[in-house]
């Protein structure tokens, strides 16, 4: 035993390695990274210092017997994705004490935007972008670079945002005399913070994401709440629609100037409003 342990030290010093021997990745591994907001988030806020949290009954009663961070009371889409692709539950990139990415990682946070002012106190996009870019410094470290440059560009990469911007501005008080040029110059700007993320995702080894677009955002009970009247507002709706038209563009646009760019596009707003 001795033995044993004296010799995986040596190797560990002969590969040059500051603390452990590098992990081998296995034959065929697919990793998931997920970036997001409510729809996606598998725990992130319940470590953040925000009221955007569920961490008490009814969520997570129908399937983890205990609430586990999600918005639902059960499963959520990157966890029948893990399944699918047997892998194990991808963890939240917040738990402590957890720093094996091979598997993937969730960055998702409730109520985050891509634009950093929608919902202080969450995880907006390119602080989730941040993290990533610190998962990846870590797996060069653990597994090497020529593995982490596999798993990196073998990866499926998961984006459902945007949705919390827009129901932001549905949502502010003086949404009602905001013109139609300030609202297009909005969505503009979101599309732009989103754009620059993929870019940054691509750079760093990112080739194949999936996405999901927004939902009617004026038929969302936040929304309806928020202007005291019956029914789906439509001008909200109508915001949503001409992002999901622009984000369909811009992702055939992606995959025209990035080389080994692929994409998924699920239309989560038919899916609802149908």
Known sequence: MLREVI????????????????????ENHVALFIFGDSLLDAG?????????????????????KHPTGRVCDGRIVPDFIAEYAKLPLIRP???????????????????????????????????????????????????????????????????????????ALATDPKSSVLTAAYKKTFMTMVLGNFTTVIKEVYALGGRKFAFQN???????????????????LHDPSVLAKMHNVALSR?????????????????????????
Do not use: W
């Open 7 to 26: 010799t995986s030290v040596a190797v560990c010093i002969i590969l040059l390695l500051p603390a452990t021997c590098l992990r081998r990745l296995p």
């Open 214 to 232: 927004v939902g009617p955002i004026g038929c969302m009970l936040a929304t309806r709440a928020s202007s005291g009247i019956n029914g789906c």
């Open 93 to 167: 990139y917040l738990e402590p004490g957890f720093s094996n990415y091979t598997d993937g990682i969730n960055f998702a946070s409730a109520g985050a935007g891509i634009l950093p002012e929608t919902r202080p106190g969450t995880i907006h996009l390119k602080l989730q972008l941040s993290y990533f870019e610190e998962v990846v410094k870590r797996l060069r470290q653990q597994i090497g670079d020529e593995d982490a440059h596999r798993l990196l560009s073998d990866a499926i990469y998961l984006f459902s945002m945007g949705g919390n911007d827009y129901m």
């Open 250 to 274: 811009l992702l055939r646009k992606l995959a025209y100037q990035k080389a080994g760019f692929s994409y998924a596009l699920f239309d989560y707003y038919t899916s609802l409003a149908m």
């Open 44 to 64: 992130n806020n319940l470590y953040l210092n925000t009221s955007a949290k569920t961490n008490y009954f009814p969520y997570g009663e129908t399937f983890f």
